[in-house]
């Protein structure tokens, strides 16, 4: 179910989480949608003469998780993207077990704006994007 949380009901500390097992599938698909062919995403061969050694997910397909969390959990329905600032600090590879989460760290009243804190780590705990959101949100 999404959630439709009010700009009232936002605290500081608000946090919203979800897990994706990124696929080969994910990373094609993604591809064929953006028509970012990087042979980096999309070819094996390739992608093992570079410093990965194997093939990567696009960064902005890591970063599309925090849009999910964003529009179905925390803030949810109806919330409007303003901005969003990203760091990609480590590679997401196919099999890799991503979290997305974002945490309300400032609210705006007079804007009805809330900025979270958004990043992505992998099983391991790694942080492979970093980042700052800005909503609004009635």
């Known amino acids: 179910m999404i959630q439709d949380i009010k700009f009232t009901d936002l605290k500081i500390g608000d946090k919203a989480s979800m897990a994706k097992t990124v696929t080969e599938y994910d990373i094609y ?22 410093m990965f050694q194997e093939r990567i997910a696009h960064g902005m397909l890591a970063a599309g ?59 391991d705990g790694t942080l492979v994007v970093d980042g700052k959101a800005t909503m609004l949100k009635k």
């Open 29 to 50: 698909t993604f591809a064929g949608v953006t028509g970012d062919f990087n042979p980096i995403h999309i070819d094996a061969e390739y992608a093992k003469t570079t």
């Open 65 to 123: 998780f925090i849009s999910a969390v964003i529009g179905t959990a925390l803030p949810g329905a109806n919330s409007i993207y303003v901005g969003q600032e990203l760091a990609f600090k480590a590679p997401v590879k196919i099999g890799d077990t991503v979290t997305a989460t974002v945490e309300v760290i400032e609210k705006m009243a007079a804007k009805q704006r809330v900025i979270l804190r958004t990043t992505v780590t992998n099983q």
